[in-house]
T-cell receptor, first 111, second 113 residues
Framework: RKEVEQDPGPFNVPEGATVAFNCTYS??????FFWYRQDCRKEPKLLMS???SGNEDGRFTAQLNRASQYISLLIRDSKLSDSATYLC????????????FGRGTSLIVHP | DTAVSQTPKYLVTQMGNDKSIKCEQN?????MYWYKQDSKKFLKIMFS???????INETVPNRFSPKSPDKAHLNLHINSLELGDSAVYFC????????????FGDGTRLSIL
């Protein structure tokens, strides 16, 4: 089982739709969870950290479910500019915390 | 001001050559990283340094040697380049080695002929 797994998609949604992605992780001792966004041929950019109680930033909501070992990202009222690859990152304990990326979920928002 | 900057942006070279990529961050962060993103877009950590000390070394071939002269700089030297080394290499930094998010440079696109 991969350490961090994401559905690669693509998720193809119309403008204004609500879309949700999940990311599962295998190590129950994992600490610190993040969502990044990566546009084509660009670097990953931090979208938001994921806190235990869940957190929201505008149209974006992140949640953590430790019992089932997954994090989620909900995007409301999708915009064309939300089209990108969304990467989850889980810090997995080792000698240090090892930031481990999922393979990413591709989102395409169409008019 | 660019927070994490890498040079060069593009690197095209022949198999067997040796090349270096440089990274600098002006964020005052303690921890720096090198990642490789292959043609399938999978982003894999290679190395991490915390205050010039190597803390993560993820089964990378010995041909890859990182060097951190100070906590603001992390360079990557690659010997005897192979076709499979073709990828985008990203440098990143974070405030500390524990629970902080990372800030990425804009990548170095390495192509081996």
């Amino acid at each position: 089982r991969k350490e961090v797994e994401q559905d690669p998609g693509p998720f193809n949604v119309p403008e204004g739709a609500t879309v949700a992605f999940n990311c599962t992780y295998s190590n129950s001792a994992s600490q610190s969870f993040f969502w990044y966004r990566q546009d084509c041929r660009k670097e990953p950019k931090l979208l938001m950290s994921v806190y235990s109680s869940g957190n929201e930033d505008g149209r974006f909501t992140a949640q953590l479910n430790r019992a089932s070992q997954y994090i989620s990202l909900l995007i409301r009222d999708s915009k064309l500019s939300d089209s990108a690859t969304y990467l989850c990152v889980v810090n997995i304990p080792g000698g240090s915390y090892i930031p481990t990326f999922g393979r990413g979920t591709s989102l395409i928002v169409h008019p | 001001d660019t927070a994490v900057s890498q040079t060069p942006k593009y690197l095209v070279t022949q198999m067997g050559n040796d090349k270096s990529i440089k990274c600098e961050q002006n964020l005052g962060h303690d921890t720096m990283y090198w990642y490789k993103q292959d043609s399938k877009k999978f982003l894999k950590i290679m190395f991490s340094y915390n205050n010039k000390e190597l803390i993560i070394n993820e089964t990378v071939p010995n041909r890859f040697s990182p060097k951190s002269p100070d906590k603001a700089h992390l360079n990557l030297h690659i010997n005897s380049l192979e076709l499979g080394d073709s990828a985008v290499y990203f440098c990143a930094s974070s405030q500390d080695r524990w629970n902080q998010p990372q800030h990425f440079g804009d990548g170095t696109r390495l192509s081996i002929l």
